[in-house]
């Protein structure tokens, strides 16, 4: 049986909601860095307990006491993280050179010992790395702390926040990674690290009986950890293309916080993993829990192919709250950063984004741009990367907190051998353009609506576009799509203007500059034979456009 462990494990985190980004890369590149490492526990020099004489010695031994207690402690101790830091050479980097924060909390319960090791802290991020030892692991279980965060004074959890763990085989223990866009406005803080309960999952799975080659909707009972049914319906997006689309109800409402159910082929013994694009969790009308997933149609031969249902299951919790409260410092990490107001165009003649600010940590560089297009946040560039002094670094999009939703952070990791001064050149670049248009409102008319399939072609901004719809059940789905690569796609349709619009629900969720430009709508309980179809806009794409702009110097 294939493990889904990485798959579910980046649904257990809170960094990433829906739509995802390619969580398989990722957590395969977590897989290899290893789920945990070994615990070496940091054991303080012992105290000598000879009696002194003199009690000012006694007082002034007290109050330094007193004054390391509460001063961060750097030079935490070298630990083999395994490949726990794989993508993250800079904090590998500040870890080698002794400027991590020594942490050496511990707390243990019911046989597992959870121990806060290591804090790095700078103008960009807070980063925590700890361990978990959790003795004897079955391969088809795996543990999670639920709700890891940190909190200030007041209560107030931090933004940005996500963590994972990682297993070591070798050492038979957890590497943890915890990571936040907090830091200090001063040099210290006190905060407060908590986690509201550890718990362990098992990997589930049920047989389903699914016919790939019919357009119905499946019903399968489950009855069974919580699970209800699931509900499947296939959909052909190309050629070598398709599309399940299902709908998971519950009986047990907890259950839906941690059973992540995912269809999985299986052919010849081997599990199939869905496509990049694919998603999941999307609430349907009445609660549901819906996944869309994609797969190749030639990796799914007829009668050589069956299917499943993985899920997880809680097998046990170890209550919390697990709190930890800490001081932590930005102090050592001063040293190497450089803060840079810019207010660049993002290309020329381009008004509506601007790059911001740069900040650069020896781990991490980040660069803020703000639009100023309603509604459209996002840049229009889909492939973002700076060159680096010769370098390229990969960056990755954190959308910033709600009471700045014109503002995008994107975050580049330092490798460890990269130190950059004032003086490194550095230039954004933006690959993959994609632009967004509303300017089509001409309706497309739908006449003598059926369950037979019935195809229209128009043009939309000059490209050709196919809109098919048809009738299942009670419910009419409109599909769209063009053979023209260039054009992006539709994001989303409606039925008439005005109070008696209807806003038709996206089976599908497509994600710009995927390549994807098919779509698929569906009415609910629709009951006319005509209708009068709108979009709310459509982009297209220029998978050759890109735009420069030097940061510095």
Known sequence: MDKIEPTLKRQLNKDENVPYPDFENMWSRMEEAGHTSAVVDSIPARVSTRRHKSWRRIAMAASLSALLAAAPVYAAIHYDWGNLLQDKGGLQAVLDQNRGQSLGQTISRDGVTLTLRTAIVDENRTVILYNLDVGKRVDTEFWDLKDLSLKDEHGKNSEGEFSYLQWDEKNQRYNGYFESDWSPQQETAKVTLTADILQLYSQQEENLQLDSSSEQVQSFQIGKDGLQKIEVKAFKQSVDKILFSSAITFDQTEAKAWAFPQITPVVQGKTLHALSGSTYGQPGDHGEYTTQQYFKRSDL??????????????????????????????????????????????ESGDDNHIIEKMVVTPTQIRVAVRSKVKGFADIPYQKISLEVNGRTLEGGLYRSPKDDPYLRSYKFELPSDLVITKETPITFVGKYKVTTHQDDKIPVLLTDISNKKQTLNSEVGGYP??????????????????????????????????ADRIIGKPVTVN??????????????????????????????DDPDKETRVQLQP
């Open 511 to 540: 994600f710009s500059g995927d390549g994807n430009n098919k779509a698929i709508d569906v009415y609910k309980g629709f009951k006319e034979k005509e209708a009068s179809l709108y979009m709310f806009y459509y982009t297209t």
């Open 465 to 498: 576009v196919h809109w098919t719809y048809y009738m299942q059940g009670e419910d009419l789905y409109v599909e769209t799509g063009s053979e023209d690569a260039h054009f992006g796609g539709i994001n989303q349709t409606h039925i008439n203007l005005g």
């Open 301 to 346: 031969p007829a009668g050589q192919t069956t299917y499943k249902l993985q899920y997880t299951k809680v097998e046990k919790n170890i209550d919390g709250p697990w709190k930890f409260d800490l001081q932590l410092s930005k102090k050592q990490m001063e040293s190497g950063t450089i803060k840079t107001a810019l207010n660049l165009p993002l």
